[in-house]
């Protein structure tokens, strides 16, 4: 299995970077690994730790309609160029927590999606030199209020709730680029969403390109590259699971806010 990176908070509320053991004991790093981090002689047993989402990023940087059969779905055109947007980090929650469902919204819906986690400030790359710029791989699930994001003339609220961006459970370094990506509801066997990453119009390598020659992106940075066809609604009480081949699962339930 692929070296697992996490991030966890003990029961005095510190917080570590560490590497996920197969026994589920947490071995602590010194500092984030994308920043050289270094194993320390710290081991954190399980009853010891509660997950929290995988890193801590300046910003969230969202791509929307980046798979044809979505943007089709959408009843829209795929878009020239990527279309891009931003999700606060206060809208981050870790695997096994609760998404709260506003009371703003009559709609709100899961997008099951490949989160890119950047390793190294990057400003103005080319494709080729992106590449290097992405330290890992973790799912996310661009939770969105439909209706508003309808409603609104920008995207800033339906994208921008509290709990809005479950991420994790924790950083694989290297993903097979056919990795299948499927989001499953409750007890259903049938995925809603399954759709392998290499279907992406524009490719990770791209869109932290084209990002970076529009703002920088800094270490710990994290960009959800899009969404596939399926996406529908979560109602209260709903169990939503998003899982990609190669990194696990992340899982959320819906709550009232
Ligand atoms: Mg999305």
Avoid at 68 to 89: N, R, Y
Avoid at 216 to 229: A, F, H, K, N, R
Wanted: proline share 9%; aromatic share 8%; charged share 20%.
């Amino acid at each position: 299995m692929a070296q697992r990176y996490v991030r966890v908070q003990n029961q005095e509320g510190q917080i570590y970077y560490g590497l996920l053991q197969l026994s589920l004991n947490v071995q602590v790093l010194d500092a984030p690994p994308w920043l050289q981090g270094q194993p320390t002689d710290l081991t954190l047993a399980p009853e010891n730790y509660q997950i929290l989402a995988p890193c801590a990023p300046s910003k969230v940087v969202a791509v929307g309609k980046n798979y044809k059969d979505h943007a089709a779905e959408m009843g829209t055109p795929v878009p020239s160029e990527p279309l891009i947007f931003l999700k606060p980090p206060t809208s981050i929650i870790a695997s096994e927590t609760e998404i709260k469902y506003p009371q703003m919204s009559q709609r709100v819906d899961y997008e099951g999606e490949l989160a890119l986690i950047i390793g190294d400030r990057a400003v103005d790359c080319q494709p080729e030199e992106a590449q290097t710029k992405i330290w890992g791989y973790t799912i996310a699930n661009d939770v969105t209020a439909r209706d508003l994001q309808t409603k609104d003339s920008q995207w800033t609220r339906a994208k921008g709730f509290d709990t809005f961006c479950p991420l994790g459970p924790w950083i694989v370094r290297e993903l097979n680029p056919g990795a299948r990506l499927q989001t499953f509801l409750n007890d259903e066997t049938n995925p809603v969403q399954s759709s392998c990453i290499d279907q992406m119009v524009f490719p990770p390598d791209v869109l932290v390109s084209y990002i970076s020659r529009v703002m920088t992106l800094l270490p710990g940075d994290v960009i959800l590259t899009g969404t596939p066809e399926g996406i529908g609604p979560l109602n209260l009480g709903d169990r939503v699971r998003v899982e990609i081949e190669g990194i696990g699962r992340l899982e959320n339930i819906v709550a009232a806010r």
